[in-house]
């Protein structure tokens, strides 16, 4: 007990600062994202490959987003508010049977609505050209026609982003990769509030669980891909085992050790894995996978490459022990993987080497 005339400290109410003032998020915060949210669309929405020969089409960048993001926060639950209005250019080229181009056209993918009133809903999609003439009207045709669906995946996983922590949730990732750091003399970084953090982690594990429970059946989805090229097999050979290859038709950073036990990156790491067997000119054998998918989770990748004609190259690409869904909970990985394999590789390929067929 305290004397007389005393101070008792554990009756003394001290200041807490900031992290006495709302407690867990329990009063009503409001964050501004409309700048991160135009940064992560320009991001998402840039260089997709929309269609394929003979009217290929792709993204070049977003070149205006109006509106306003918000993210609230009241009770330790995360309430986005956000209505956006986008417009992406794109561009693309006509090719006739030997990919020789004969025509080219550029325009707009114009989304008038983007809001929290439709989250779970396709937004709308406006296709416009530049030009009135009949090249840019078939390629609009084409993208209205197949071209919408990489332009919808891009918006959902900004929807899926931001209504998990958007900008808190990028700063999150940035200081668990740093070691934790407070982010300098501006005082700790926001943090990613606990409700969506363990929302994130519960999607993380299920998925993990899922993954892990396939492989041990036996199991995972597969995937088979032929395709038909104008070169001869060791063209296609070296398109994945010479870095500088990789390189011009990703037009991104990438590495490659070409011998067995050798391991790749493409596209600045979203895709890695292992060479298991490489026998030139015909057979190439991998782990492959995606950075969103669970940990440790490897697909097994073969691609088997043949000539029945001098000159004329079929490639054959089996991939097995694909997950379900991603280490986020999106249950469309086999889907999104496939969709690459011919918009990110095999397309890219013809149009960079001039192999089209």
Not at 193 to 206: G, L, M, N
Not at 268 to 289: N, Q, V, Y
Request: hydrophobic share 35%.
């Amino acid at each position: 007990m305290a004397k007389f005339d005393e101070k008792d400290p554990r009756w003394l109410v001290q200041d807490m600062g900031e992290s006495g003032r709302n407690v867990n998020n329990w009063h009503w915060m409001e964050r501004d994202c409309t700048e991160w949210s135009k940064e992560r669309l320009g991001e998402l929405l840039a260089g997709i490959q929309l269609t394929g020969p003979p009217a290929a089409a792709r993204t070049l960048k977003l070149e205006s987003m109006a509106g306003d993001a918000f993210l609230n926060i009241r009770k330790n639950k995360l309430i986005p508010s956000y209505d956006l209005e986008v417009r992406v250019s794109w561009a693309g080229e006509l090719t006739d049977g030997d990919g020789k181009v004969v025509g080219s056209g550029t325009g707009k993918l114009h989304l008038p609505h983007i809001g929290d009133d439709n989250h779970d809903e396709d937004p709308e999609i406006r296709i416009v050209t530049d030009t009135n003439s009949s090249d840019a009207e078939r390629l609009k045709q084409a993208i209205h026609a197949a071209g919408k669906k990489p332009v919808l995946a891009a918006v959902h996983k900004f929807v899926a982003e931001l209504r998990a922590g958007g900008p808190a949730l990028a700063e999150a990732e940035a200081e668990a990769a740093n070691g934790g750091a407070d982010g300098g003399a501006g005082g700790a970084r926001p943090k990613l509030s606990s409700a969506a953090e363990v929302e994130r982690e519960k999607a993380a594990k299920a998925a993990k669980e899922k993954a892990e429970k396939e492989k041990s059946k036996g199991g995972g989805k597969t995937i088979s891909i032929t395709a038909k090229f104008h070169c001869r097999p060791q063209d296609i050979f070296e398109c994945f085992t010479v870095q500088g290859r990789v390189c011009a038709f990703t037009q991104a950073p990438a590495s490659v050790q070409p011998t067995p036990g050798g391991a790749f990156s493409w596209y600045g790491g979203s895709i890695s894995g292992t060479f298991t067997e490489l026998a030139a000119p015909g057979r190439i054998a991998m782990t492959w996978r995606f950075n969103t998918w669970p940990e440790d989770c490897f697909s097994k990748v073969v691609i088997d490459i043949t000539e029945p004609e001098p000159g004329n190259t079929v490639v054959k690409i089996k991939q097995t022990e694909v997950p379900a869904a991603d280490k986020f909970g999106h249950e469309d990985t086999v889907d999104v993987t496939e969709r690459g394999w011919h918009s990110q590789v095999l397309t890219r390929i013809r149009h960079v080497f001039g192999y089209g067929a």
